[in-house]
């Protein structure tokens, strides 16, 4: 069973950095694309950014240039810089997965991992 695995989320204040990481395990296939969403306090999930196998990446507009994706193809694993922070990307960061196999689309979601900025 696939299983994704954040880590590297906590408390930091206002201007400061995280490192998201995420683990894929189960699976000894890659996938077409990975990623991360949050969600805020009251919020709807939102899309972070997402990276294919090939490295194309796409983000969020208001988060371009402060945060930047990057992932492993071989480790199944991706990464979230995250720089400049600021209290409004207070919030649960998801990593995200998915894959097509026999021409049906599978979905993963991990757990979440939180990230807290404070003013």
């Known amino acids: 069973q696939v299983q994704l695995v954040e880590s590297g989320g906590g408390l930091v204040q206002a201007g400061g950095s995280l490192r998201l990481s995420c683990a894929a395990s189960g699976t000894m296939f890659g996938f077409n694309a990975m990623g991360w969403y949050r969600r805020g306090p009251g919020k709807q999930r939102e899309l972070v950014a997402t990276i294919t196998t090939g490295g194309t990446t796409n983000y969020t507009d208001s988060l371009k240039g402060r945060f930047t994706i990057s992932r492993d193809n071989a480790k199944n694993t991706v990464a979230l810089q995250m720089n400049s922070l600021k209290p409004e990307d207070t919030a649960v960061y998801y990593c995200?997965?998915?894959?097509?196999?026999?021409?049906?689309?599978?979905?993963?979601w991990g757990q979440g991992t939180q990230v807290t900025v404070s003013s």
């Open positions: 995200y997965a998915w894959r097509n196999y026999l021409a049906r689309r599978y979905d993963y």
